[in-house]
């Protein structure tokens, strides 16, 4: 069964650093493209970032660009966002995803149940 | 940008449809999902029409100019839930989401 679970969510001040991780099991996670989608309290969803099984090529939304870093460990079964210059506007819960298939752009088929990221003073 | 209705509202047993905007998306392979009040996003129909596997066949998808829908016929409270689009658009490397549509059950 394939499971993605989430961690490293909390309270950070404006300005400040956060790490999630996400731990994935049950497929062969260096096979497949993983990505990191967010959700703003009442709000719609919000891809953030992406990389790829393999290589590692990596993409990010404009709103995250310079401040966020996407990586994998394929040893560990890991994803991880660090998340730097964090501002209000990050408050959100935090989902990974999982690609269908291991190429082209297939849809997201496995998320996890969150991590809630609350940007506040 | 991808631009759906904010909401949908269909009495049970009805049609809803669901709608995708966006410039020239019959050329890209649209997704949909389904999120329900606290739950995680949960994959739909995906490459425009395909139905994944626990997915019933009321529900299905197609893509043509722009606009893609999707459909949900018989609708059941069940049912009821926020649906999103996606695109990968090539142009600037970027997955977009759709603002969402709430889908109500009267």
């Known amino acids: 069964e394939v499971q993605l679970v989430e961690s490293g969510g909390g309270l950070v001040q404006p300005g400040g650093s956060l790490r999630l991780s996400c731990a994935a099991s049950g497929f062969t996670f260096n096979s497949y493209a993983m990505n990191w989608v967010r959700q703003a309290p009442g709000k719609g969803l919000e891809w953030v970032s992406s990389i790829s099984g393999g290589r590692g090529s990596t993409y990010y939304a404009d709103s995250v660009k310079g401040r966020f870093t996407i990586s994998r460990d394929n040893f560990k079964n890991t994803l991880s966002l660090q998340m730097n210059s964090l501002r209000a506007e990050d408050t959100a819960v935090y989902y990974c995803a999982k690609d269908r298939y291991s190429s082209g752009w297939p849809p997201f088929d496995c998320w996890g149940q969150g991590t809630l990221v609350t940007v506040s003073s | 940008v991808l631009t759906q209705p904010p909401s949908v509202s269909v009495a049970p047993g009805q049609t809803a449809r669901i709608t995708c905007g966006g410039n020239n998306i019959g050329s890209k392979s649209v997704h949909w999902y389904q999120q329900k009040p606290g739950q995680a996003p949960a994959m739909g129909i995906y490459?425009?029409?395909d139905r994944p596997s626990g997915i019933p066949e009321r529900f299905s998808g197609s893509n043509s100019g722009n606009t893609a829908t999707l459909t949900i016929s018989r609708v059941e409270a069940g049912d009821e839930a926020d649906y999103y689009c996606?695109?990968?658009?090539?142009?600037?490397?970027?997955?977009?989401f759709g603002g969402g549509t709430k889908l109500t059950v009267l």
């Open positions: 996606q695109v990968w658009d090539s142009s600037s490397d970027h997955w977009v």
């Open positions: 490459y425009d029409s």
